[in-house]
């Protein structure tokens, strides 16, 4: 099973955007405002309602978060980078929360990659993206492959492997798709933006997963 995420019309809706973030924020908003209604009665206080309010609020402030990403001014910091750097960097961001829950890099970052012409927090935030949509399927722990590939002089590609429980043809179809998540507390945005910020960068983002067998997220970027 192969799912090509392309800069196709289901990433670039403004409307279905709009709906869905109208949608994942009236949730938490009504519960706050239930819990708020029913606090101002006195009677019912409890401490605990409070921890449920703190968490409607963070959710809504992920949201607003991850929008505020996609919504950053696009003439940005786009620069002559060499890749090695911005890989070591992400896995060293990532690595004691991979050895907290089992999980152990493979990485293959030599340091006569190429440079690549680009907004450097932004690609880092790619990777990290798909990193932790690694983590986050490894439950029970695993293994993160990190290679590079350059089969044409113009090209290089950044391989992600794990060896995770993989996505079923259902849920790869609608990688991408804002909001989509699996996860109980997913924001269901990560692949979005990642695609968006690779198309920005002129480059490739495919995703091949077949359930247990893992999933491989390529990420083909020109050379600057
Ligand atoms: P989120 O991580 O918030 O759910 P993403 O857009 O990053 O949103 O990912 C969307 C969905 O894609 C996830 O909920 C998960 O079902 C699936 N997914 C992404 N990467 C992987 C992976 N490496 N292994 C298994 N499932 C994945
Ligand atoms: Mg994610």
Redesign the pocket.
Known sequence: TEELLRNSEKLSVAGQLAAGVAHEIRNPLTSLKGFTQFMKTGAHYKEQYLDIMMSELDRIEQIINELLLLAKPQAAAFQQRPLSPILVHVVSLLESQANLNNIQFDTQIHGDLPSIHCEENQLKQVFI??V???M???TGGGRIQIAVEQTDPRYVTVVFS?N????PGD?LKR??EPF????EN???????I?QKIITEHNGRLE?K?EPDR??V?KITLPIG
């Not at 995770?164 to 996505?167: A, D, E």
């Not at 989509?180 to 996860?183: E, G, L, P, Q, R």
């Not at 997913?186 to 979005?192: A, E, I, Q, V």
């Open positions: 993206n798909i932790k949509n690694a986050e399927a490894m794990d995770g429980p993989g996505i849920v990688l991408g989509f998540t699996t996860k997913g924001s269901g945005l990560g692949l979005m990642s995703i997963s893992g999933t997220v």
